[in-house]
Each structure stands twice: as C-alpha cells, then as structure tokens.
C-alpha cells in the first residue's frame, strides 16, 4: 500500500510562486510514475504533470514553462515547482502514484494511488 501526502498548497497573488510536495510514506522499489492532477469547482480534473522512474516528464500545455515536476527518491518526495501562477490555475492538487506508463492528456487516470489533496488559490 502506497499513501500519499501533499503539502504546500495557499494563496498567493498572480505571478507568484508556490512549491507542492508529495511524500511517499512507504518505500517502493518498483518503477513508479508519480502525477500531479488538478480540480477546479465545477471543472473536471485534469493532469497538471507526470515523471516516471527515469526522470522522464510530460507537462499540461497551460503550464509548459511555468512548472516544473521534480522527485527526491532518497526522500522519498515528488515535488511541482508552480512559478508565475494565474488565477485559473486555483484548484485543488492532487498527487497521484502508480506502477504505470502513463502522460499528461493519456487519457484517464490509471493511478490506484491518490493523496488527499492541497489547496491553491490565486488571487487577480
């Protein structure tokens, strides 16, 4: 069983910056692809960012330059890095882990692992 804990989320105003982490509680040593999802109220989720086991990344096209997905496996941590935030990227976060090959706009979510997600506002 793999859980998940997020942390990082608040509020900020357009143009500022905010780091979400994602830790890993139990350890794993299988490939494991980890991804950032995103749910707006009203809005379907959508996938924000993924990294596999090789450091390989795919990235939303709204945020391709101004987030960067990163993981720490010695600290068993995935981080997204959410630089010039915009009001429409207020949502709720959530990070998502599972043994599968799996990109942003794939398709849905394949992931049996979810954390419980972290708020992010951003104020105009």
């Known amino acids: 069983q793999v859980q998940l804990v997020e942390s990082g989320g608040g509020s900020v105003q357009a143009g500022g910056t905010l780091r979400l982490s994602c830790v890993v509680s139990t350890k794993y040593d299988f490939d494991i692809c980890f991804a950032w999802f995103r749910q707006a109220p009203g809005k379907a989720r959508e996938g924000v960012a993924t990294?596999?086991?090789?450091?390989?990344?795919s990235y939303a096209e709204s945020v391709k330059g101004r987030f960067t997905i990163s993981q720490d496996k010695a600290k068993n941590t995935v981080y997204l890095q959410m630089n010039n935030l915009k009001p429409e990227d207020t949502a709720m976060y959530y990070c998502a882990a599972d043994e599968v090959d799996y990109q942003v706009d794939s398709g849905p979510a394949p992931f049996a692992y979810w954390g419980q997600g972290t708020q992010v506002t951003v104020s105009a």
């Open positions: 990294i596999d086991s090789d450091g390989l990344t």
